[in-house]
């Protein structure tokens, strides 16, 4: 296949072509040095169509059923004249395995939808998170006209604090189970949901999963009782059976008019943004050290002195970045 240039892409984009999206996605996500530049100068050419949706994160241990959920309330949306992007995280090869076809499975209905635009991607072999690039692609599918954006990670502690940092807001499914659960969740993990959702409230389990939702009240209520901002809420849902979903999409809606009219909602992605650029410099200079020639040809000799003692910690680190900076000097006079 001929290569495409970087005004087709950006040109499929603008367009709303979902091929083309999905091309430039898998551009960015690589890692290869040629692909870099051309997804640099794609990302900065689309930047001003950016920023027009709601970026919704959808989190919960798996089977808790995220992807249910989105293909739920996303069809829902479609039908509402919303255009749906969803952003999964596949941790197929450390969980379940193959999860990405039972991901585009289960949102079937979603990924037939000609207003929905549904890509998983690898986690990387990480366990929960976010692909590094979803940010990237958050962005990408704003510019491609989609205005409601979900981000579905598996939680398992590090992915919830993760999504938190690229949403505007961020909804936890749970399950019942009752006092116990709700022990073991960690406080931090529930700090951050501006909603919890009891999940699966249908059949046997709906008087139970209505239990679970006022305990979950009542805490998240203590916990945010001295704060300002938006206070999380509970509710719960079943999207087998279509109950409570409308309702969670006129909270998030209440969420964004509450935050904007406070100019929280640009306030709180600036503050993304800010750790974005900070994140972004971190990386590149974490990859300008490892790849520096000096540093790769004497790393492990000195890790190996450090490991036998005839070298500390701190001396084998300033060595390094001595060798380091010498480098790139040179590198710079030759340029
Ligand atoms: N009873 C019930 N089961 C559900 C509901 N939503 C999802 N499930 C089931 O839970 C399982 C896991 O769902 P899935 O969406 O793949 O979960 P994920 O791993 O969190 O994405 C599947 O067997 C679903 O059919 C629901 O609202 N009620
Ligand atoms: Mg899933």
Known sequence: MRKKTVSEYIEGIKNGNRALLAQTITLIESNAAKHRKKAEAILKAIHHLSGNSI???VSGVPGAGKSTFIETLGTYL????????????????????????????????????????????????????VHYKTRESILLCEAAGYDVIFVETVGVGQGETEVRELVDFFILLVLTGGGDELQ???RGILELADLLCVHKADGNNKQQALLTQKEYELSLHLLHSNQDGWEP?????????????????????????????????????????????ESLV????????????????????????????SLTALEGAYELIHLYEKRAAKNERCD
């Open 233 to 277: 809420k509970a509710v719960s849902c079943s999207s087998l059976d279509n109950e409570g979903i409308e309702e969670i999409w006129d909270i998030i809606c209440e969420f964004k008019t509450y935050m904007k009219e406070r100019h929280l909602f640009y306030e709180n992605r600036m503050k993304q943004s800010n750790a974005w650029l």
């Open 282 to 309: 971190r990386e590149y200079l974490w990859n300008s050290f490892y790849e520096n020639e000096e540093v790769k040809k004497y790393f492990y000799d000195i890790k190996t002195r450090t490991e036998h003692g």
């Open 78 to 129: 479609c039908n509402n004249g919303y255009h749906v992007a969803v952003l999964a995280v596949d941790p197929s090869s450390t969980v379940s395995g193959g999860s990405i076809l039972g991901d585009k499975t289960r949102m079937s209905e979603l990924a037939r939808n000609k207003r929905a635009f549904i890509r998983p991607s690898p986690s990387g072999g990480k366990l929960g998170g």
């Open 184 to 186: 073991q969740m960690k």
């Open 55 to 57: 970026r919704i994160g």
